[in-house]
């Protein structure tokens, strides 16, 4: 058996290791993780009757769990990209959608423990049924309550459902209707950003453009005197996606304000000499380095 506050630790370590690299390129999101409980253990044997014992069953991969909440539904895909490239990658669980089905899509991909844990880990659980892997979640904020509702009052118990399929397929239509809602803030603050560009309010454009946590929207006169129609408009023309990959990718390890975001920006994909020119070197070393 394992004792699950010795695993506290390592659960932490992670869970801090991902939640400063997600904080560092300004995602919106909230983390959370546990270490499974042993009654939650012994739950999950018995649900799967013999069947970890006998081999039919994987092992229990999720003893450590990790669950990321994202505030925009398009922020998935890039860090499901991040974590597989950047994590010791085992395997996933990824539900397709289909066009006349009402169902709850599962994105949960399961990794190795990096070097340095992976003795510790071992030194810890003493149980063959374990497997030395950890689980993270992938949700969006919206989707978040129902899936807590979902698993706790329907999945851990599904013959309160048996008899009610009509119940069950209007509960999956109220997750419908969230991911409806999802788009439709992706739409609104498409539409948001484009009218803060038409006005030149640029600060709020790339606001709501970007969509990043950043600790000081404020740009200097400098900067500001600089980003005239042209610039604004090849800013604004950048697609977030590739702006997001770049930060995930590169490391860079600049404080994120608006102003540095803009730098950054131009640095990678505009190259405007005159922008150039009032970098700071610390940042133009940043990203030669990067």
Known sequence: MYNPRSLERICK??????????????IFFRIFSRVKSDVSFNNKLDSKGAGYYDGINKLIQ??????????????????????????????????????????????????????ELKKEFCDLVDEPLIDQTYEVQLRTILSEGWHEVDHDLRYKCQNDW?????????????????ETSEFSILSLFDQLSYRHYKAKNIIAAFRTKFRLRVSNYEISNELNELLNDKISREIFKLDRNEILR???????????????????????????????????????????NA
């Not at 370590?13 to 300004?26: A, F, N, P, Y």
């Open 246 to 288: 770049f930060l995930f990718e590169s490391k860079i390890l600049i404080p994120l304000t608006l102003e540095n975001l803009i730098l950054i920006i131009n640095y990678q994909f505009l190259k405007s000499d005159d922008i150039s020119k009032i970098t700071p070197a610390e940042i133009r070393k940043e990203m030669t």
């Open 62 to 115: 999720d003893i450590i769990g990790i669950r990321i909440i994202l505030y925009f539904s398009d922020d998935i895909p890039l860090v499901y990209e991040y974590l597989k490239s950047r994590y010791v990658f085992v395997d996933e669980t990824i539900d397709k959608n289909e066009e006349t089905k009402f169902a709850p899509t599962r994105i949960n991909l399961i990794f190795g423990y990096p070097q």
């Open 162 to 178: 048996v008899e009610n399929t009509d119940l069950a397929r209007s509960f999956n239509g109220i997750l419908a209707s969230l």
């Open 13 to 26: 370590i992670i869970t801090t290791q991902v939640e400063d690299e997600l904080s560092r390129v300004g």
